[in-house]
């Protein structure tokens, strides 16, 4: 807000008494009047601002998202760009949202939701190759026939329309100008995009009546290139996949990567209110390695209890007032409403409550909720407490070994078991559950 600031200078003109050689003071010069500051509003945030405010597995994860659901063209590599921003937008479009370029919680659930079901329809998985070693991701749905010998493997559809061509060979000195000239030049090949960097080139184009891509590197003398042909009738189908396999190709693993990225230092969550004395439960996983525990508005949080079968953690506030114990009768029903509060970085640093509906498919949520719903309220069609929504790590369909995020459910009655072996009085009778959720914030080293 700009403020204006008046000043009113007041001159005393004094002069001598009237008479022979009195003499008139001149009224004084009024000083000059100082230009107002020029104040200029902050910096509004931008689209890019949130997605680099985000932790590198979250970037993956969204750019993964964005390629398998045929929006985002490049390498998936968690840098932020114009073409994620527009990839973003474009599927907000096909929504028929606002394009903001800044998902809110509902749009990553269903972002995740529909890559994962991409993902299913063409059975995309990690492998290793056993000959070579290198890792890779193969939509086995689609090619289903491998074979192998010692120059390498090759995955097909049963008609061929499909084929995905993993080789290697020996060569002396090989630089990868040299190795994308003679890949340029194999099959009548027409190239019509072609990337060359000291430590791997892409080719792609047409070769006869397919298309084709190439992805190929070095190390010492052992040269290892992929190669994906297919017809142009199912370029819809297999492009996005060819992003993936892209991004996921290690022709010269270090070693295994396994398991979740490395947990952020500060991480947001929910919690649910579920005593008048403090005692809320959320996520085990969201507190896990937490050097301090903080509840938003109320101050630190002590954790009391833990179920690593149920993943469930018991955490207390104290001296808190005007709590809203949430009324934890159970419902049962397919249908959910998960009520939790998203990480501020989707929020531009805001706090707010919101609520998205899912579904239960046995204890899965389907689609998973955005990152801060680790444990949101989730109730059914009538309002009834339905359980804690939890969410795994998040693990990348491309450069890790793993999928999308997943979330599960985990029942009413495990929660109130939990709270009761713990000595907790449940008794609440809110059925507001937005007034009785609160915000959880671990700090890690």
């Not at 073409?83 to 394009?99: C, D, L, Y």
């Not at 042909?229 to 492009?239: G, H, I, M, P, S």
């Not at 008048?276 to 507190?287: A, E, M, N």
Request: with cysteine; proline share 6%.
């Amino acid at each position: 807000m700009r403020t204006a600031l008046s000043a009113t200078l007041l001159v005393a003109v004094m002069a001598w008494p009237a008479g022979e050689g009195a003499v008139a003071q001149a009224p004084a010069a009024a000083p000059a009047r100082p230009k107002p500051a020029t104040v200029r509003p902050p910096r509004t945030q931008t689209p890019a601002d949130t997605a680099n405010a985000m932790a590198q597995a979250e970037r993956l994860a969204l750019q993964s998202d964005l390629a398998w659901v045929g929006e985002y063209n490049g390498a998936i590599t968690g840098e932020v760009s114009e073409r994620m921003v527009n990839a973003i937008k474009e599927f907000q479009k096909s929504r028929g949202a606002r394009p903001t370029g800044v998902l809110n919680p509902q749009e990553r659930g269903v972002l995740a939701d529909t890559a994962k079901k991409r993902q299913e329809n063409v059975g995309w998985k990690i492998v290793s190759d056993a000959g070579t070693g290198v890792r890779l991701g193969i939509p086995q749905k689609l090619v289903p026939q491998q074979s192998s010998d010692a120059n390498g493997s090759k995955w097909t559809s049963p008609t061929g329309t499909v084929q995905i061509l993993l080789t290697r060979r020996k060569e002396a000195t090989p630089t990868t100008a040299r190795l994308a000239e003679q890949e340029k030049k194999s099959n009548g090949r027409k190239v019509d995009y072609n990337v060359v960097k000291p430590d791997f080139f892409v080719l792609s184009g047409l070769q006869g009546l397919k298309k084709f891509y190439v992805r190929g590197t070095f190390k010492g003398d052992e040269v290892r290139i992929m190669t994906i042909l297919y017809d142009q009738a199912v370029e819809n189908t297999v492009e996005p996949v060819v992003i993936a396999m892209s991004s996921a190709f290690t022709p010269f693993p270090a070693g295994a990567q396994a398991g979740p990225p490395p947990r952020k230092t500060v991480e947001y969550g929910t919690g649910i209110v579920v005593a008048g004395d403090g005692s809320i439960v959320t996520d085990r996983q969201l507190i896990e390695a937490c050097v301090a525990i903080a509840i938003a508005g109320f101050g630190n949080a002590e954790r009391i209890a833990e179920d690593k079968e149920r993943d469930l953690a018991l955490l207390r506030i104290y001296g808190a007032r005007g709590l809203k114990p949430l009324n934890l009768a159970g419902g049962g029903k397919a249908a959910v409403e998960l009520t939790g509060i998203a990480d501020p970085q989707s929020q531009g640093g805001g706090n707010a409550v919101s609520s998205i509906k899912t579904s239960v498919n046995g204890t899965e949520l389907v689609p998973a909720p955005a990152i801060g719903f680790s444990g949101a309220a989730a109730t059914d069609a009538d309002g009834k407490f339905a359980g804690l929504a939890q969410l795994k790590p998040v693990l990348v369909a491309g450069p890790a070994n793993g999928t999308a995020a997943q979330a599960a459910l985990v029942p009413a009655d495990a929660i109130r078991d939990f709270l009761k072996a713990n000595g907790v009085n449940a008794t609440g009778t809110s059925s507001d559950a937005k007034a009785s959720v609160v915000r959880v914030i671990c700090v890690r080293k």
